[in-house]
């Protein structure tokens, strides 16, 4: 697997279908997931990414919730040997992630 983008989200149902679509987009192409990382909406988020190919994996209790546990929790999921953190409210260019890795497999000093 090459490349696991990662959309964090918690409530998100009005965003979340433009930002999974947005990702497997920018994923044509490539060996690549999506991971859909849920600090456990009480909205329609999950409902409405379950209708998409991506891996869905949500926290297990509510008092874990903070800034970065979407990514963690995301990163422990995932495959790819690049990771791209998307949160649930933004769109992914289709020719990022093409474009982003061309430039780490050439600059070996990047991360």
């Not at 409530?11 to 279908?17: K, L, R, S, T, Y």
């Not at 891996?55 to 546990?69: W, Y």
């Amino acid at each position: 697997m090459e490349i696991t983008v990662i959309i964090k989200s918690l409530n998100e149902q009005e965003n979340i279908a433009r930002a999974i679509e947005s990702a497997l987009k920018a994923i044509k192409g490539l060996k690549g997931e999506v991971v859909l990382a849920d600090s456990l909406s009480i909205d329609n988020t999950i409902s409405i990414a379950k209708k998409y190919p991506i891996r869905i994996v949500q926290l297990i209790n509510p008092r874990d919730r903070s800034c970065g546990i979407g990514a963690q929790l995301g990163y422990l999921h995932s495959r790819g040997k690049y990771v791209y953190i998307l949160d649930g409210d933004m769109k992914l260019d289709k020719n990022f992630l093409i474009e982003g890795i061309k430039i780490l497999k050439l600059e070996k000093d990047l991360a």
